[in-house]
Antibody
Framework: QVQLQQSGPGLVKPSQTLSLTCAIS??????????WDWIRQSPSRGLEWLGR?????????DYALSVKSRITINPDTSKNQFSLQLNSVTPEDTAVYYC?????????WGQGTLVTVSS | DIQMTQSPSSLSASVGDRVTITCRAS???????LNWYQHQPGKAPKLLIY???SLQSGVPSRFSGSGSGTDFTLTISSLQPEDFATYYC?????????FGQGTKVDIK
């Protein structure tokens, strides 16, 4: 049974960096058949895919154009987890952030973290 | 990016009703890469249907999906109280994967 456990702060100040971590159990971040995604949900935008990391003999990343200049997703093989960093946040980045396992679909999700961007 | 447009954006229905939600893609999507999710407040989204018509393990058989090309449908054959939620289609055929704007199903 795959489980994803998210951690990270729920409040970030404008212009600072949002950082979240997703710990994986029941699968490996280095799996050759999965990707590890970040998605966010807000009332104004619905579900928005942010990016992913995956291993296919080497590490790859894909990012949404809307955040490409500000986002980094990194795997941590020693802890079997992956992380999200979003720089220069504004109140528009306020959302519930989810990590998920991706293949051709997103079948396992983290519990979600409400991140509020406010001073 | 492939744009996914759902209709309706919201609907009101009663327990026992048959509910149909449609999803239209801005360009053709291989049906192996069209998915449906259920999202209830305070919970993570839940995969219902993958590859347009395959039922995810543990999902009740009242949920079904169909379609091909640019037009896809999610059907709930007999709405149950626990089905009141927002439903999203998603294409994973091309990067970036994109979601529809959601269809909120609430109680009539």
């Amino acid at each position: 049974q795959v489980q994803l456990q998210q951690s990270g702060p729920g409040l970030v100040k404008p212009s600072q960096t949002l950082s979240l971590t997703c710990a994986i159990s029941g699968d490996s971040v280095s799996s050759n058949s999965a990707a590890w995604d970040w998605i966010r949900q807000s009332p104004s935008r619905g579900l928005e895919w942010l990016g992913r990391t995956y291993y296919r003999s080497k590490w790859y990343n894909d990012y949404a154009l809307s955040v490409k200049s500000r986002i980094t997703i990194n795997p941590d093989t020693s802890k079997n987890q992956f992380s999200l960093q979003l720089n220069s946040v504004t109140p528009e980045d306020t959302a519930v952030y989810y990590c998920a396992r991706g293949r051709h679909f997103l079948d396992y999700w983290g519990q979600g973290t409400l991140v509020t961007v406010s001073s | 990016d492939i744009q996914m447009t759902q209709s309706p954006s919201s609907l009101s229905a009663s327990v026992g009703d048959r509910v149909t939600i449609t999803c239209r893609a801005s360009q053709s999507v291989n049906s192996n890469y069209l998915n449906w999710y259920q999202h209830q407040p305070g919970k993570a989204p839940k995969l219902l249907i993958y590859a347009a018509s395959s039922l995810q393990s543990g999902v009740p058989s009242r949920f079904s999906g169909s379609g091909s090309g640019t037009d896809f449908t999610l059907t709930i054959s007999s709405l149950q109280p626990e089905d009141f939620a927002t439903y999203y289609c998603q294409q994973s055929y091309s990067t970036p994967p994109t979601f529809g704007q959601g269809t909120k199903v609430d109680i009539k």
